[in-house]
């Protein structure tokens, strides 16, 4: 889990970020994660998720808090061309985005495990 006020990593339990003292909402509604492989390890995925910017390492998770309606979390890598893949929130929902590797295709894409 990363703060949203500083970006630092932290435990997934915490209640204030280490590096900065925010109080940490432990309520989520949208998770993105990127489990680590062999291939694509070195190679950081850049997510943009409204306004909001972050690079995605192997191994990573990003817990974010959304109001309700339709999102749109984009990503590339290395200035590639950009995907895009739409989650709706609505209520006692967490939506789920996996990012996977995949060589044959030459990047990432959202695994079918992802609960949109």
Do not use: Q
């Amino acid at each position: 889990m990363f703060c949203s006020n500083c970006g630092e990593k932290m435990e997934a339990k915490g209640t204030t970020c280490p590096s900065c003292g925010m109080k940490i909402n432990e309520e989520f509604n949208l998770k993105i994660s990127r489990p680590g492989k062999v291939f694509g390890v070195a190679v950081k995925l850049h997510i943009t998720v409204d306004d909001t910017e972050f690079d995605l390492a192997a191994n990573d998770e990003r817990l974010l808090k959304l109001s309700k309606g339709v999102h749109t979390v984009k990503y590339n890598i290395w200035c590639r061309r950009e995907h895009s893949v739409d989650v709706t929130i609505e209520d006692d929902k967490i939506c789920n985005v996996i990012f996977t590797y995949d060589a044959l295709w030459g990047g990432f894409k959202v695994n079918k495990k992802s609960t949109l």
